[in-house]
């Protein structure tokens, strides 16, 4: 609700006869005494967003002479931001280091004021609007590994907010855990004699994205190289000699 205030000076007025419109004088409406003025009270929330409405007075004195204010056009904006989406991170997106956030806001009346991104309701920041979209930056090693929340804030012109839906993303800027590897042994001399040997290793723990596949690397006499997707490997037909090997973890961050 908005109130319409304005004086009027005659010193024959009709005080009976003192009125005040909100649509271009197609209307009028009875008014009251509010100290030195004459007030109205508009319900704006009754007339369409968006419309302008043209805001005028008049005056009738005893003479049934009668005098119109110059016309006010206002436009009327009771709603909040038709919407406001995360555009970055996209879902469940694995990310590290320092990012750029990005939303999308739209306010067809009073326009968008500001942006402010979130990342689990504690941490957020500031869009600055580039390019039609609003971006911030986010240093994600200021942040645990793991799963997390990234939600934006509009706030159009008059104060009115709308808030987006949760996009979920997944910081990860450690590497997993190192795996201990072992070597099927029966004997416990460090010999194999037919020629067929099965390292294993122990699951490594990744906070961040999870482990995606292990790399194990077995040099001398000749090389292997491969991806494994589990924590053994057996490799057969081996020639005589003495081998080295190596396994990492890779998570799904690289």
């Not at 205030?5 to 006869?17: G, L, Q, R």
């Not at 987006?164 to 855990?177: L, V």
Request: aromatic fraction near 12%; charged fraction near 20%.
């Amino acid at each position: 609700t908005v109130t319409i205030k304005f004086s009027v000076s005659d010193d024959n007025i009709d005080t009976n006869n003192i009125k005040v419109s909100t649509d271009n004088g197609q209307t009028w409406h009875d008014v009251y005494v509010c100290g030195e003025y004459y007030c109205y009270d508009w319900d704006t929330t009754q007339e369409t967003d968006g419309l302008a409405y043209g805001i005028i007075a008049k005056a009738t004195d005893l003479a049934g002479n009668t005098g119109y204010s110059e016309m006010v056009i206002v436009i009327v904006d009771n709603e909040a931001p038709e919407g406001v989406y995360v555009l970055s991170p996209v879902s469940n997106e694995i990310v590290q280091g320092t990012i750029t956030l990005k939303a999308l806001s739209t306010d067809y009346v009073s326009g968008v004021q500001n942006v402010r991104i979130y990342v689990d309701n504690n941490t957020y920041c500031d869009a600055v609007l580039v390019g039609g979209t609003w971006q911030c930056s986010l240093d994600t090693t200021t942040l645990p590994d793991g799963q997390h929340q990234a939600y934006a804030v509009a706030t159009d012109n008059l104060g009115h907010q709308t808030t987006s839906a949760s996009m979920p993303f997944i910081i990860d800027n450690n590497p997993p855990e190192r795996p201990e590897l072992y070597v099927n042994d029966p004997d416990g001399d460090g010999y194999d004699t037919d020629g067929t040997v099965t390292w294993y290793w122990t699951e490594s723990d990744d906070a961040g994205s999870g482990v995606d596949y292990y790399w194990i690397n077995i040099s001398s006499p000749g090389l292997i190289n491969t991806k494994v997707f589990g924590t053994t490997f057996t490799y057969s037909d081996l020639v005589d000699g003495v081998y080295h090997a190596m396994v990492k973890a890779v998570d799904r961050a690289g």
